[in-house]
């Protein structure tokens, strides 16, 4: 093949992948050129006016958080009616019901990993479902527009812990959000905990689904959202060889990161220190030999010194 | 030597020496505690406590470490943690031998007590060390993770929090090692007690 031939080729190949790029960035443009911004304007064909309005928060996308998300190869239409391709929006379309996770991810083999199914059943037994079966949803804890599997991609164990803590924020620390899924007071979330030593370094550090779920062994993240009476108070459930932490994200992580490196504890070792659980087998058994070393020889001395004083 | 009686402890060493014994070893029992913290274990004090004395024993230890570093600075006590390098390992050597072979041959001790030499050159070696690199180290560490703000978040590419938890701890095993040897060392006197009197009488 001549040169001048496969640098044509290249071209092609080159400006078809650009066209292809440029049309996926573009596919939800006519949407969000209103619904990522905090105004829109339209054009008022009656009285030939623009007008400009400002766009609900809570129809806003962040474009960034969505592109990077799950979901975020998708076109709004894929899960949202075809009929919001018209403006005006028919006032109908908000009565639309949304998917849930199993609508689109139940009994795919592709799936299979993130046990969906059993994740429901865990749903439908936490207090969240049973106080507000109407309201809640999984959309009120994953958005569906920025939510992501942190636990899976994060690199810090820290990262995944804000991300998560994040979700439960989003209606525990926000009035607004949080009377939208019940008639309940507000909970005051730092007087709840004020029982809790180191408070900051705790919240920091620790996933609120650590305490506040029930333990499942076959599922990275339970969940069964407990009533607080059942929440985790004891210190040692987690200050402890046998450590709660390490039954869910650090067992996860910690799996992930043997797989790597091939050393055990990895990952615990690396991003976190939790008294009572970081344990260093070698480092034990070093202090063991160097402590019975030294009571070795007290003892002996003692003896020398018996023996020789008769 | 053994008649003359010298006044080795003034009263302020012995509030130190004891208030630094008696927090030492709760830290270091509530210490092992939370290092091996569970909750089955019925020799181990609960970890709530734990947290809280290791906490409170941490502060009053580092402030009683404030009075020995005053008193040794205005009084001639700091003169005894003074070393000279030179000859060092021999003296060192000279009282190790002492206390291997010499005292079982009842030889007298190669370095007699003196109002001016209180320690024995072994002695001088692991208290200086001790006291002036192994407790500002543990200090500094433990007051490191009680303001865990205060941290580097990472260390060569590891938690600045471990490292500064495993410190403590390492520093904390040998001191915990020092004090074994240091009471056992003590029961080598003119009777077993008499050290131990020593420091609550203040005379030798």
């Given at each position: 093949?001549?040169?001048?031939?496969?640098l044509?080729?290249?071209?092609?190949?080159l400006?078809?992948?650009?066209?292809?790029?440029?049309?996926?960035?573009n596919?939800n443009h006519?949407?969000?050129k209103?619904?990522?911004?905090?105004?829109?304007?339209?054009?008022?064909?009656?009285?030939?006016?623009?007008i400009?309005?400002?766009?609900?928060s809570?129809?806003?996308i962040?474009?960034?958080?969505?592109?990077?998300?799950?979901?975020?190869m998708?076109?709004?239409?894929?899960?949202?009616?075809?009929?919001?391709?018209?403006?005006?929006?028919?006032?109908?379309?908000r009565m639309?019901?949304?998917?849930?996770?199993?609508?689109c991810h139940?009994?795919?083999p592709?799936?299979?990993k993130?046990?969906?199914e059993?994740?429901?059943?865990?749903f439908?037994e936490?207090?969240?479902?049973?106080?507000?079966p109407?309201?809640?949803?999984?959309?009120?804890c994953?958005?569906?527009?920025?939510?992501?599997t942190?636990?899976?991609?994060?690199?810090?164990i820290?990262?995944?812990?804000?991300?998560?803590?994040n979700?439960c924020?989003?209606?525990?620390?926000?009035?607004?959000?949080?009377e939208?899924l019940?008639?309940?007071?507000?909970?005051?979330?730092?007087?709840?905990h004020?029982?809790?030593?180191?408070?900051?370094?705790?919240?920091?550090?620790?996933?609120?689904?650590?305490?506040?779920?029930q333990?499942?062994?076959?599922?990275?993240?339970?969940?069964?959202?407990?009533?607080?009476?059942?929440?985790?108070?004891?210190?040692?459930?987690c200050?402890?060889?046998?450590?709660?932490?390490?039954?869910?994200?650090?067992?996860?992580k910690?799996?992930?990161?043997?797989k790597?490196s091939?050393?055990?504890?990895?990952?615990i070792?690396?991003?976190?220190?939790?008294?009572?659980?970081?344990?260093?087998?070698?480092?034990?058994?070093?202090?063991v030999?160097?402590?019975?070393?030294?009571?070795?020889?007290?003892f002996?001395h003692?003896?020398f010194?018996?023996?020789?004083?008769? | 030597?053994?008649?003359?009686?010298?006044y080795l402890y003034p009263?302020?060493?012995r509030?130190?020496?004891?208030?630094?014994?008696?927090?030492?070893?709760?830290?270091?029992?509530?210490?092992?505690s939370?290092?091996?913290?569970?909750?089955?274990?019925?020799?181990?004090?609960?970890?709530?406590?734990?947290?809280q004395?290791h906490?409170?024993?941490?502060?009053?230890?580092?402030?009683?470490y404030?009075?020995?570093?005053?008193?040794?600075?205005?009084?001639?006590?700091?003169?005894?943690?003074?070393?000279?390098?030179?000859?060092?390992?021999?003296?060192?050597?000279?009282?190790?031998?002492?206390?291997?072979?010499?005292?079982?041959?009842?030889?007298?001790?190669?370095?007699?007590?003196s109002?001016e030499?209180?320690?024995?050159?072994?002695?001088?070696?692991?208290?200086?060390?001790?006291?002036?690199i192994?407790?500002?180290?543990?200090i500094?560490?433990g007051?490191?993770?009680?303001?865990?703000?205060?941290?580097?978040?990472?260390?060569?590419?590891?938690?600045?929090?471990?490292?500064?938890?495993l410190l403590?701890?390492i520093?904390?095993?040998?001191?915990?090692?020092?004090?074994?040897?240091?009471?056992?060392?003590?029961?080598?006197?003119?009777?077993?007690?008499?050290?131990?009197?020593?420091?609550?009488?203040?005379?030798h």
């Amino acid at each position: 093949m001549k040169p001048s031939k496969l640098l044509l080729g290249c071209m092609c190949l080159l400006l078809s992948f650009s066209l292809y790029a440029q049309k996926e960035v573009n596919k939800n443009h006519s949407c969000l050129k209103c619904h990522a911004h905090r105004t829109y304007k339209y054009m008022n064909e009656d009285f030939g006016m623009e007008i400009k309005e400002s766009m609900c928060s809570n129809r806003m996308i962040d474009t960034l958080a969505y592109q990077q998300s799950n979901h975020g190869m998708f076109k709004c239409t894929d899960c949202h009616s075809p009929e919001y391709e018209t403006f005006p929006h028919s006032g109908n379309l908000r009565m639309e019901l949304m998917y849930a996770c199993n609508d689109c991810h139940a009994g795919d083999p592709e799936y299979a990993k993130f046990h969906f199914e059993a994740i429901e059943e865990a749903f439908y037994e936490s207090m969240h479902y049973n106080r507000s079966p109407d309201a809640f949803t999984c959309w009120s804890c994953h958005n569906p527009h920025t939510y992501k599997t942190q636990a899976r991609i994060g690199e810090k164990i820290s990262e995944t812990v804000s991300y998560d803590n994040n979700i439960c924020l989003s209606c525990h620390a926000d009035v607004s959000k949080y009377e939208l899924l019940t008639e309940r007071e507000n909970i005051n979330i730092l007087k709840s905990h004020e029982w809790l030593p180191n408070q900051e370094l705790h919240f920091k550090n620790v996933r609120c689904i650590e305490c506040h779920t029930q333990l499942s062994d076959s599922l990275l993240v339970s969940h069964v959202v407990m009533p607080k009476d059942s929440a985790i108070r004891e210190c040692t459930s987690c200050h402890s060889a046998n450590s709660h932490l390490m039954a869910s994200l650090y067992r996860y992580k910690s799996l992930e990161s043997r797989k790597g490196s091939g050393f055990l504890n990895a990952v615990i070792i690396n991003d976190s220190y939790v008294i009572g659980a970081n344990r260093n087998k070698y480092l034990n058994i070093l202090s063991v030999v160097i402590f019975g070393l030294v009571l070795i020889g007290i003892f002996t001395h003692t003896i020398f010194r018996i023996f020789k004083s008769k | 030597m053994a008649n003359e009686k010298l006044y080795l402890y003034p009263l302020w060493i012995r509030i130190w020496h004891w208030l630094n014994a008696a927090l030492f070893i709760i830290l270091l029992l509530t210490g092992i505690s939370m290092q091996y913290s569970n909750p089955e274990n019925p020799f181990l004090i609960s970890f709530e406590l734990s947290v809280q004395l290791h906490n409170i024993c941490g502060i009053a230890l580092s402030i009683n470490y404030l009075l020995f570093i005053f008193g040794n600075l205005f009084t001639s006590n700091g003169k005894q943690y003074k070393m000279k390098t030179k000859g060092l390992f021999k003296r060192l050597y000279d009282q190790s031998v002492f206390y291997l072979f010499g005292m079982f041959k009842k030889q007298d001790p190669p370095f007699p007590i003196s109002l001016e030499n209180k320690f024995n050159p072994l002695q001088r070696f692991i208290y200086s060390t001790a006291m002036y690199i192994g407790f500002p180290i543990i200090i500094a560490s433990g007051m490191a993770m009680l303001f865990p703000e205060i941290i580097i978040p990472q260390l060569f590419g590891v938690s600045g929090l471990l490292v500064t938890a495993l410190l403590h701890a390492i520093i904390g095993f040998v001191l915990s090692l020092f004090l074994f040897i240091h009471i056992y060392v003590c029961t080598i006197g003119n009777s077993i007690i008499s050290n131990f009197r020593s420091m609550i009488t203040g005379w030798h």
